[in-house]
DNA sequence: TATGAATGAGAGTTCATTCAT
DNA sequence: CATGAATGAACTCTCATTCAT
């Protein structure tokens, strides 16, 4: 966790500025292009500042995709940080909360991102390792729901439990899938199916 | 639809031989590296033939994995081909059919195969419109089934079916992620929790 | 010794020729512009070729100086076969040789590349044992000569010979540098005192 | 003799001791990586100070070992000095003083650092001067000693002077390249041969 | 039909040097 | 005087594509 991080900058304020940058500008470029398609020249000239410079802040183009990746998984702990917070029973609380799911995971852009990193995760095995990290990570946050006092499956096998979560998380990432294959479909239209699947994954069969 | 597929060839039978060839090869690779991982040095190692060669069949890299997702999509017809032509309840068989679909998606290098071509989409609008024709057919299939005598869904609404049947594509394409994230996943697993939700999704909520 | 040494080729005989032509290439450029001085875009140009076809020929530019190395020990090689090949008493056939070897040291060009090949090694560990290999061979052929039986040193310790063989070694090798630091220098002047030192160097003390 | 060597500083005793830091740096940097292995940035690290500001002592990377060469010659006289001062048959003294010499000379970092300054003087005229220059020099003192009273060879012709003190200096620069060639070395080895050769070459043939 | 030698544009990366502070 | 953030040109190397044979 400490090979090549990060040399010391004299004002590391703005030298974190600096990376939310690069990071935000080849956010963009990796969803337009691709992670192969999009340069580290129009990377820089996205991010404002020259090729050379941002090697001062990332020790190569893979670093920053790892990064990027990093700063994903953050996001998705505090959702479920914010599901933890909630009060209630879980079926409810988690069919409510379909709405922000569908939401994150129809937008084609964020789509693509996923996709670029997935299909890096092939030939790249750090990319690989973070991310099935942070998928380990995110399975163990729901099993944690999963098994918790307000869940009505809190008492199912750990294999039932298993499946219900892979089941549940395969559903949502496909849905990053969708909108590439069907620009057209409407968030309100996925809510109508995928409501009533929820609450089957959330209740004993 | 015939811009550049084909130089005219001497013998066609020769002809279509080496272009199944190719693919074939090609398929081969990008499983395995990726499309970007994949050179053509190695395709054309792996076909048997000169690299030079390829491009007597197609006129660019881009054309290959064009024409592969052309084959993938006969492939699916011929899935759907089977649920048509079975007898019986569609509930009872699809949940039957589970098994092997689950089979197909969970396999890592379909997933890769799968998600190196929606990476490609996002930057190959050709490409990306093969994707999305492929699932409009897809779709079309679907609903022709679900609306048949004998389904239970069949008097549902349009956009009800929509959305039944774009949570169930979700749901099998979203497997094709999981074994990048997740590689110890079991079918058996899978299908614990699968076949419940394709339940829901094929009887009334 | 067999790593990524050589890909295949189809026609060896016009592989070995382009070989050739980059090494005959690089070594002219490294001598008017040193290892870092000279980049591939200047040694293909003069090879006549493409930068990106010389990587067909040599794994990296690294890879031409081993090679320029190796074949310089092959022609320190046939000198000393030399050496061995002729007849009589052994301070007269070296003494005799003196003249060839003042020549070929003096050589500005010559010293030039091989300044470039020791300046290298301190960077580069593989460039470092080449030399260091081609060395030990040389010291070895040297001491089999002084051991023979047309020496008059033969019965020296070992430790003496190992003196002897080092100090010419170290005058010969510093003649290369010598063209550098005093471009008048004539091969005849340095003559008149190298001989006599050689003869010292040859007979007992 | 002054193009761009210094620019004002206000405080001229500042200004000079920081121009040392810095050689005292490069020095180390340049013993332990050579001239291109050693960058600016670890260079200004050593001597303590910012990349930026050695360039308010030096005009660029290249003025710095052009100022290294001179220091060097400095050093190289002090020693000629002590030959000149010390009293006795030259031929004594100077066996003695192999000594000192060889030590100075086997050592393996001057001698990287040696081919470095040579290395650069094919392709930096101004280097190569400032090393003939200083050969010259060296050269002038050896004579000196050579045909002063206390020599044995203070008689002979104007050439064959030349040709002595060249392979006297071929020998012993000859000897920075051997640890590099062979590590295993030792100073007492080579002491062995080369004094019957420092009085071969000081005493008539 | 088939080859693979050859090309050349463009990739990621490094580093001496500049300059606003 | 001193900094280090920032530049940009040049580097080595890759690979889809072309073409003489």
Redesign the pocket.
């Known amino acids: 966790m400490s090979e090549k991080t990060t040399?010391k900058?004299?004002?590391p304020v703005?030298?974190e500025a600096?990376r939310k940058q690069v990071l935000k500008a080849a956010e963009d470029c990796f969803r337009r292009k691709g992670y192969?398609g999009?340069?580290?020249?129009?990377i820089?000239k996205t991010a404002?500042?020259?090729?050379?410079?941002?090697?001062?802040y990332f020790?190569?183009?893979?670093a920053i995709i790892e990064s990027i990746i990093q700063q994903d998984m953050e996001e998705m702990f505090s959702i479920f940080q914010q599901f933890e917070d909630q009060s209630g029973e879980l079926v409810k609380v988690m069919i409510e909360g379909c709405d922000h799911g569908v939401e994150r995971h129809l937008n084609r852009e964020d789509g693509i991102l996923k996709i670029e990193m997935l299909a890096e995760a092939a030939r790249n095995p750090k990319v690989a390792f973070l991310l099935q990290e942070s998928d380990t990570q995110a399975r163990t946050r729901m099993r944690g729901l999963l098994v918790g006092e307000r869940s009505q499956v809190k008492d199912v096998t750990d294999k039932e439990l298993d499946a219900r979560i892979n089941v549940m998380f395969a559903m949502f990432s496909g849905l990053l899938l969708r909108r590439t294959l069907y620009p057209e479909l409407q968030k309100d239209t996925i809510l109508l199916a995928l409501r009533p699947v929820v609450k089957t994954l959330l209740t004993p069969f």
């Open positions: 040399k900058h004299h004002d703005l030298a600096r192969h999009a340069g580290m020249a129009e820089s404002g500042m020259s090729a050379g410079h941002i090697y001062n020790a190569s183009k893979e």
